[in-house]
């Protein structure tokens, strides 16, 4: 083809011991970015070597919530380097990122992705860059069921998906639509996350009672499972419950995952038990 040959994605190749997980959901804002590093996070804290991949185009919030916003990848020969987090210092493994704004020549230039050089992105993100040998790569994807999850299907058949959902029913409905995709793509969907799920009443607790407030309703991560189960013939569950949480998005705001800044919360122990279970 005259130009560089294709590298090849690491992932990809048969006996790669590298497990890969793509964060999935129908629309923005139902916390996918933030399940996505929380997960991360919780695996690095137990030591092991975790690579994320943020490929959502709308948001690439990744990198903010991990605290690299600014920081811009370097080149070692053909190679970039992901950009290892702060937290690799603190945790017991590693947390490296790499982001499709990292690739724009300008942080606030505005792209049209188009499909084809979406594709050319992601496969950059997951062959041009150097990540060594990981226990498991994130990727965060777009909402919704577009280019980047056809692409993905493509290039690495062999990622589990996990769809995030909250519990509204606009939600839902469109979460069943990209976790239905993922299994066109070949894709496993290994469980649902319902994210937002209630927001537990402080006054309440302050009186040693418990009492949820459903704010988004509820519902929607079982209907998810439910349907995406009678779908695809094998059991999606729903993974966790993860409640509102002041100190989660304060904790994304600030680039420290809840799972590092306050473990011993709900919402952090909901996150960990996800991760355990992955
Ligand atoms: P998405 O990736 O689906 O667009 P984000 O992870 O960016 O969603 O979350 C959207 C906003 O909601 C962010 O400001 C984030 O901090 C906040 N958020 C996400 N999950 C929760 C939660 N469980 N409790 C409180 N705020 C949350």
């Known amino acids: ?12 190749q048969p006996g790669s011991l590298t497990k890969v997980y793509a964060i999935a959901s129908g629309k923005g804002g139902v916390g996918k970015s933030s399940v996505t590093v929380n997960l991360a996070a919780a695996m690095a804290k137990q030591g092991l070597k975790i690579g994320i991949v943020d490929a959502d185009i709308y ?3 990744v ?9 811009r ?3 070692v020969e053909d190679m970039i380097m992901p950009v290892p987090t702060p937290l690799t210092r603190e945790y017991a493994g590693e947390l490296s ?3 499709i704004g990292m690739l724009k020549p300008r942080r606030d230039q505005v792209v049209a992705w188009r499909g084809p050089m979406l594709d050319r992105a992601l496969v950059q993100m997951l062959s041009d860059v150097y990540w060594g040998d990981l226990d498991a790569l994130f990727l965060d994807l777009p909402p919704g069921t577009g280019d980047i999850a056809i692409s993905l299907g493509q290039h690495l058949p062999n990622a589990e998906v996990v769809v995030v959902t909250t519990p509204q029913e606009a939600a839902a409905e ?5 976790g239905t995709m993922a299994s066109m793509m070949h894709q496993r969907v290994v469980g649902v996350v319902e994210n937002m ?7 309440c607790a302050e009186e040693g009672r418990e009492h949820r407030l459903e704010v988004f309703g509820s519902g929607g991560g079982a209907r998810v499972a439910a349907t995406l189960s009678g779908r695809f013939g094998y059991d999606v569950p ?17 680039g420290r995952p809840i799972v590092t800044t306050a473990p011993g919360s709900a919402s952090a122990a909901a996150l960990e038990k996800v991760a355990a279970t992955l």
């Open 97 to 99: 990122v790499i982001s």
């Open 238 to 254: 729903v993974l966790g419950e993860i409640p509102l949480d002041l100190d989660l998005r304060e904790g994304g705001d600030s």
């Open 63 to 71: 990198p903010a919530m991990l605290g690299v916003g600014d920081t």
């Open 59 to 61: 948001g690439h919030s």
């Open 197 to 203: 799920s209630f927001l537990p009443c402080p006054h």
């Open 1 to 12: 083809r005259g130009g560089q040959a294709q590298k090849e994605i690491p992932f990809a």
């Open 73 to 75: 990848p370097t080149q």
């Open 174 to 178: 469109v979460a069943e639509r990209a």
